[in-house]
């Protein structure tokens, strides 16, 4: 497109045609929703639904905590040690899934590059505790 003195575009008339009116590039304003949060993940599973679309789930992976706990009473009535032979708690570890993103097939090809990006650019600036970033799917 010509550009004026001021060094901006011109003006386009109806003689330029349509192709004029499509502009050359374009700025997004990037506004948390009102659900964002930040979410420590440990790892992720996902799979590719009918229609196409990655599903990748987010967790985070911790010892559980006990779903009942027995304290006693001490002779003035204030709380006691635990008893901890009383303790329910489940045996094993908690995934706790918290969030499940839905991908366009084109939108996880770009995470793909954009954390390969990433992970280059960590184990150049020594972030990584290991040599190499291994796919662990082969």
């Known amino acids: ?21 499509i502009p ?11 659900s ?16 196409g679309m990655v599903h990748l789930t987010f967790y985070n ?6 779903t009942e706990s027995i304290h006693a009473v001490t002779p003035d009535g204030k709380l006691g040690p635990e008893i901890t ?9 908690i995934r706790q899934l918290e969030a499940d993103v839905v991908l366009s097939l084109s939108a996880a090809v770009q995470l793909h590059g954009w954390l390969t ?11 990584f505790g290991v040599q ?3 796919n662990p799917n082969g």
């Open 36 to 51: 964002y949060r930040s979410i420590p993940a440990d790892g992720a599973w996902g799979n590719l639904n009918p229609h």
């Open 85 to 93: 032979e009383k303790r329910v708690i489940k045996e094993g570890m």
């Open 132 to 134: 190499a970033v291994e």
């Open 24 to 34: 050359q590039t374009i700025k997004f304003h990037n506004w948390k929703g009102p």
């Open 117 to 127: 990006t990433m992970l280059n650019e960590a184990q150049k600036n020594g972030k």
């Open 61 to 66: 992976e911790r010892a559980p905590i006990p």
């Open 1 to 21: 497109m010509p550009k004026s003195k001021k060094g901006k575009g011109k003006e386009p008339s109806a003689k330029d045609g349509l192709a004029t009116l």
